[in-house]
């Protein structure tokens, strides 16, 4: 049975754009020259082939020259919008306008344990906490993996963290995979959930997530999953990966420019492959290396905003980067740094927001943190919504009937609405004697009890037993094809 959706993020009243339209078109025909002149290197021969065949230039055995033609066509047969489903088949994510939905991120090599504080390296458990912790958090709309965990075999710890998500949560999930054979049993589990492949394609709740080396530099195995997902008519966000000063000029318009040069050979290799396969684009994009520290900030403020407009101009679906700090703990630098990049790409409509609860710049990452965005997001969410103005909310006999002299704490009126207002969960909003007597405790104190609690009494909903062997038959392949190696 078909559930309605929940409450959407949707900021259309409030529109933000880092460029004007002439400036992202002249980004898109820098975009085409890179493209026809400087071309992109492509790793893998059935890219080759496809781009070859459609027209481009290909000399050095690998550099291919795509023409503007080729990028324009795809632009006109790729989805504008796509529907992300629930576990249990119920359209969840309706990616398009300026609707804007959240999760984790995946993969990071530390924990910043919420019982200890401490930074250690995370294990199989942190990523059934942190699936079980999204699952129940309201405001994060689909899951990823997290932490990368050292527990287990790190060549296929991607099919372990795929099948720790199949099983913790009804929510969509964004699957990264190590290699091209671990995203084929990626698909391989989700459609053993779904009931077969043409169910799954029929109302996806996975999408990959594909880094690609750079925007001129295609690596094969990025190529290789575009296109089986493309065959298979599954979302894949394409997102090479550009670093200012480093793999591209340290100008943002140079570096977007690069970027998005390897997007669209991307969206044209996808389109080649199946008319109408899902991409999804970056929602950032620009950034620099810190000439200073020679770290890679994941919250400047130079580039955010300037992929989503890009993307907007283009009209494509999002992938987005916020709610991430560089800081190191869970601190006032931490909110600071999320709670700003979480606005600012919800103004610019980014679609996919990912990387909430990541710290140090992405190799850290903290549950606590993570409750902190979801209320961070619970307040943007009243922030930006429309206020109803009509004779109700209005009240205007009520304000005559109470008069200049009056109150309205026991009025109807008052009863009927006050839980239109915003009430917080972890922020803190008693007078000093309570909060003191409660144990003076910070934020960051206050979202660890709620991990903790979350943790010690939500259960996910299980999947069907037939799925779940079916899910874990994978991985034990797996297992076993490494054994035998």
């Not at 575009?226 to 000063?245: C, F, R």
């Not at 600012?344 to 409750?371: K, N, P, R, W």
Request: aromatic share 6%.
């Amino acid at each position: 049975m078909t559930q309605p959706l929940k409450r959407i993020l949707d900021s259309s009243a409030f529109r933000f754009a880092r460029m004007a339209p002439e400036k992202c078109e002249k980004i898109h025909n820098a975009c085409l020259t890179i493209l026809e002149r400087t071309g992109v290197r492509l790793y893998e021969p059935e890219a080759i082939n496809l781009v070859s065949r459609a027209g481009a230039a290909v000399s050095d055995g690998n550099r291919a020259r795509i023409p503007a033609r080729l990028v324009e066509q795809a632009l006109s047969t790729a989805p504008k919008r796509l529907t992300l489903y629930d576990r249990n088949g119920n359209p969840v994510m309706p990616v398009e306008g300026y609707r804007s939905f959240f999760g984790p991120g995946s993969d990071v090599l530390n924990i910043v344990d919420h019982r200890t504080g401490q930074r250690r390296k995370p294990v199989l458990r942190d990523v059934v906490d942190g699936i079980t912790l999204c699952d129940a958090l309201d405001n994060i709309d689909f899951v990823m993996s997290m932490f990368l965990p050292q527990d287990v075999n790190q060549v296929i710890a991607d099919r372990y963290q795929m099948e720790v998500m199949l099983n913790h949560t009804t929510k969509p999930i964004v699957f990264v995979t190590y290699d091209t054979s671990g995203c084929v049993d990626a698909i391989e589990m989700a459609e053993a959930v779904a009931g077969g492949a043409a169910a799954l394609a029929q109302k996806p709740f996975v999408a990959c997530y594909i880094n690609v080396t750079t925007g001129l530099r295609h690596n094969r195995e990025a190529l290789q999953k575009l296109l089986l997902l493309a065959g298979k008519g599954l979302p894949a966000m394409y997102i090479p990966v550009s670093l200012g000063g480093v793999t591209a000029p340290v100008t943002i318009p140079a570096a977007i420019a690069s970027v998005y040069a390897g997007v669209l050979a991307g969206l044209v290799i996808s389109q080649l492959k199946r008319p109408g396969a899902p991409v999804i684009v970056p929602g950032w994009g620009g950034s620099a290396l810190d000439m200073r520290t020679l770290v890679e900030p994941y919250c400047g403020p130079d580039y955010h905003g300037v992929g989503e407009t890009m993307a907007r101009y283009y009209d494509l679906p999002t992938f987005s980067l916020a709610g991430s700090s560089d800081s190191k703990v869970v601190d006032q630098q931490a909110s600071f740094e999320a709670a700003l990049t979480l606005l600012a790409t919800v103004l610019a409509g980014g679609h996919i927001v990912h990387d909430m609860g990541y710290l140090e710049s992405g190799l850290s990452g903290s549950l606590a943190q993570l409750a902190i965005c979801d209320e961070m997001v619970s307040w943007i969410k009243h922030c930006v919504s429309e206020i109803e103005v009509n004779d109700e909310t209005l009240a205007l006999d009520l304000i005559d009937q109470v008069g200049p002299d009056g109150q309205f704490l026991d009025a109807e009126h008052t009863t009927r609405h006050y839980r239109e207002r915003w009430y917080p969960r972890l922020i803190e909003r008693d007078n000093f004697d309570r909060w003191q007597a409660k144990g003076s405790n910070t934020l960051a104190q206050r979202a660890a009890e709620q991990v903790e609690a979350i943790l010690s009494s939500h259960r996910p909903q299980a999947l069907p037993e037939a799925a779940a062997r079916a899910v874990h038959a994978v991985v034990e392949r797996a297992q076993a094809q490494r054994r035998a190696r």
